[in-house]
């Protein structure tokens, strides 16, 4: 196991702000479902499983923090990306941590929605009724 993937680079929730305020990138790597149900605002959405396909949409030029729910999908994200030369790094407690921190999401009244499958067909329940 390389330093890298024991440690990927972690910047707390300041430091994002700061970041994206100077033109870094921000990445959501989470799945369909918790994306529309809310996402950091300026975010881009490519799921994990399309990032090896769709990394041609991230510029390789500025830095670029990525972001799930609570860290494992965004660790593997960084990880990768950090291997291929990006300058790139996880948000501390993914957006778990920006909900709880009180930070806003997209659309008005988003939250953070649960992961996994299950998680996906209650989110359609509750949108269809």
């Known amino acids: 196991m390389s330093e890298a993937e024991a440690t990927p680079k972690e910047v707390s929730r300041a430091e994002a702000r700061e970041m994206l305020d100077q033109g870094a990138q921000l990445v959501d790597v989470r799945v369909d479902h918790e994306w529309e149900t809310g996402h950091l605002p300026g975010a881009v959405h490519i799921p994990l499983a399309e990032l090896p396909a769709r990394v ?74």
Do not use: Q
């Open 56 to 129: 041609g949409e991230v510029d390789k030029d500025r830095p670029v923090i990525l972001y799930c729910r609570g860290g494992n999908r965004s660790t593997m994200a960084t990880v990768a990306l950090t291997e291929a030369g990006f300058d790139a790094a996880k948000l501390t407690e993914g957006a778990v941590g920006w909900e709880e921190e009180g930070l806003p999401f997209e659309p008005e009244g988003g939250y953070v929605a649960e992961s996994g499958e299950a998680a996906a067909i209650l989110e359609a329940r509750k949108r269809s009724s």
